[in-house]
């Protein structure tokens, strides 16, 4: 899939203080619902450049984070490597899906980035949230919101090993 | 014996700094398109696509390769008959590495305090540093900025001798099966046997740099590295772990002595972005 649009970037760091608003009941600092979470700390932008390169970073650091922000109306994300049961769980309950981008593929992806701004936690640095503006953005449907994994079915489909 | 500056070896891991992240060796790039080629998954095969489109955007462009730009890794060999002298070799190397994350547009991924206060140090400082003595009046420096996707999927285990190679198979496999799909293959397998806890580590990270293009000397371990190769592939992970043939590159195995009662193994996993560059001084 090719995608366009906007995409809010958010990691390690910026999920923790995401997660300590919506149990303090405080305000997020920009509108998640119906938008799409990018798990990425780019590299610096050179000059001439929105953005440095700026891969995918593994998703499951964010696992314990993500059942509560899709309660709360987000719509998908981005990232690379599998997803808990509970996350898979919730994306089904809300209709959300998880795309992935090649891990690595950092200099490719940052071309297809427009613009990129920071909006909040700029004291984070690289894990700063920023907006994304993305045109032709790589991207391949890793579990869908009816809870089909790619990381279970894919292999499946090659494993020549049997099963010990 | 031979006089070599400060200044100069620092001035040398700068630009193997920049190098490896930016330039992806002439191995790998050989071993991506063989595996593009053999690789029966159409998305394994436009994933891999992806990757060496981005591999050659990086070199072109001079911007790096993947964004986690890692822990700054480096191994030196000092011939026992080199004298460094104009300043400490430990702040020379963390100079060169801060200057070249700053200049270089590479991401700062260090903190300071690994549990409690993790702050980042801002530079990338401080380098994770291996030295040798070995003869000779030369110094032999690979640097490795080691990503933390596959760092995280590497793992060490004390096997008892009797589990023999079967149980070096078996450990590999598992350690693959349980993590490999997050550390971006196709991968690239450091693997040491031997030594003790901490030296079998340090094995399994030098052979992650070791060319994909040659084996361990020793038919017997030569043999394992295409044994261990084959049961990978087999369990289908494929490019970024949607599937396919190719999961990873190469095994790599280095061995040394170890004690009557232990067989210590490290497995070092890589991502495809296998980032090392070396010079000789
Ligand atoms: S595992 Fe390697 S390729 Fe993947 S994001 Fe980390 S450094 Fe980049």
Known sequence: MRLFGTLYTARDAAHKRLAACLAEGKPLPFDLRGQLLYYVGPAPASPGHAVGPAGPTTSGRMDSYTPALLDAGLLGMIGKGKRSPEVIAAMKRNGAVYFGAVGGAAALIARRIKSSEVIAYEDLGTEAIHRFTVADFPAIVLIDSLGNDLYEIGPAKYRTLSQE | ?281
């Not at chain 2, 006089?3 to 891991?13: K, L, N, P, S, Y």
């Not at chain 2, 993947?66 to 890794?73: A, K, L, R």
């Open chain 2, 1 to 281: 014996m031979r006089t070599i500056e400060a200044d100069r070896i620092g001035g040398t891991v700068y630009d193997l700094i920049l190098k490896a992240s930016y330039e992806a060796g002439e191995d790998v790039l050989s071993a991506l398109q063989a595996a593009r080629d053999k690789e029966s998954s159409t998305l394994g095969c436009s994933i891999l696509d992806q990757i060496l489109e981005n591999d050659r955007i990086a070199a072109s462009e001079h911007i790096a390769i993947c964004q986690d730009t890692g822990v700054c890794v480096i191994f030196m060999d000092i011939g026992q008959d080199v004298h460094i002298t104009g300043g400490d070799l430990n702040e020379t190397l963390c100079s060169a590495v801060r200057k070249a994350y700053t200049d270089g547009y590479l991401r700062k991924s260090m903190v300071d305090d690994p549990l409690y206060d993790r702050l980042n140090t801002k530079d990338n400082t401080p380098p994770v540093v291996h030295t040798r003595i070995v003869p000779g009046e030369k110094i032999d420096i690979t640097v490795i900025p080691k990503g933390f996707g596959s760092e995280n999927a590497s793992a060490v285990r004390m096997l008892a001798p009797a589990a023999g190679e079967t149980g070096v198979i078996d450990f590999v496999t598992e350690a693959v099966q349980s993590k490999g799909a997050n550390a971006c293959p196709p991968l690239i397998i450091g693997i040491g046997i031997g030594g003790t806890m901490e030296s079998a580590a340090i094995m399994a990270k030098r052979m992650t740099a070791r060319p994909l293009n040659t084996w361990n000397a020793d038919p017997r371990y030569q043999a394992l590295e295409e044994k261990i190769l084959q049961r990978v592939n087999a369990l289908g992970i494929g490019p970024a772990g949607v599937g396919g043939n190719c999961t990873a590159l190469k095994v790599n195995i280095e061995t040394a002595p170890t004690h009557i009662a232990g067989m210590p193994v490290a497995v070092n996993i890589c991502c495809h972005a296998a980032r090392h560059a070396r010079t000789v001084l």
